[in-house]
């Protein structure tokens, strides 16, 4: 199995990709992280969800920044960087500027990928990507599909007053979030604590499920979904506050 990862430079990548780096290292080919200028991100940002969720992100992705800076400088971090971990285990790992260029489309090609796997990779894919591994290509979707798709799924969670939040694998489709879903990971949500609280503790949780989820994968040697209509999900997964 060759697995390649393309995700984006979301702050805790590194928390929701290191068990699945660690325990499966030898199926991973590459990662590709996209970067998006800064000023290209924030007016994305403020186009698609308003200058209030912006500001919210732009200032947690910067505390985030400094705050594992700081523990780095004073030997106290737990957390390695995506580019240590992949480097830790051989794992090449490449910025690029766009997966949706034709020039990497046919470089990714050459690497003759079984499958790809898109984590907070927060653009519509092309055809011509989505088609280049032979399984397929699949999403981790930061909310509980069908209801929640879109961006920000966990502030709409909690502004709904929901009780459960949580993470979707499925396969990619032309429709945005749609696809048939693989695994579903359920978390209980806490009203009384932050949209921080629940962002970090479905990294933390989400961990495991990814592994998980990717390792059921490799060992069938294919992906298996159920349509996104209601039906009992495979590999459902339930938990509790951590």
């Avoid at 971090?77 to 240590?84: G, I, P, Q, T, Y």
């Avoid at 879109?150 to 007053?161: C, S, T």
């Avoid at 629940?198 to 069938?220: E, P, V």
């Amino acid at each position: 199995m060759r697995l390649f990862i393309l995700t984006s430079h979301y702050p805790f990548a590194n928390i929701l990709l290191g068990k699945l780096i660690k325990t499966h290292h030898q199926h991973i080919g590459g990662i590709f992280i996209e970067r998006t200028p800064l000023s290209k991100l924030i007016k994305k940002l403020f186009k698609q969800s308003g200058w209030r969720y912006a500001f919210y992100i732009i200032f947690e992705t910067v505390l985030c920044w400094i705050s594992l800076r700081l523990k780095r400088f004073f030997g106290i971090a737990k957390v390695m960087s995506l580019r240590r971990l992949a480097r830790n285990f051989n794992i090449p790992i490449q910025i690029i500027s766009d997966a949706q260029k034709d020039n990497f489309i046919e470089k990714f090609k050459s690497f003759a990928p079984d499958l790809l796997f898109l984590v907070d990779y927060n653009r519509i894919a092309k055809n011509s990507l989505l088609a280049v591994a032979k399984l397929g290509t699949i999403n981790f979707h930061p909310g509980l599909l069908p209801k929640y798709k879109g961006v920000a799924p966990i502030f709409f969670i909690l502004l709904n007053k929901e009780n459960r939040f949580g993470a979707t694998i499925h396969k990619v489709s032309e429709k945005i979030d749609g696809g048939d879903v693989v695994s579903e990971l359920n978390l209980k949500t806490d009203l009384e604590e932050s949209l921080s609280h629940h962002r970090l503790m479905l990294c933390l949780q989400g961990a495991d499920f990814i592994s998980g989820t990717i390792g059921d994968i490799i060992k069938n040697n294919r992906i298996s979904g159920v349509p996104q209509n209601g039906q009992v999900l495979i590999g459902q997964a339930l938990c509790g506050q951590a």
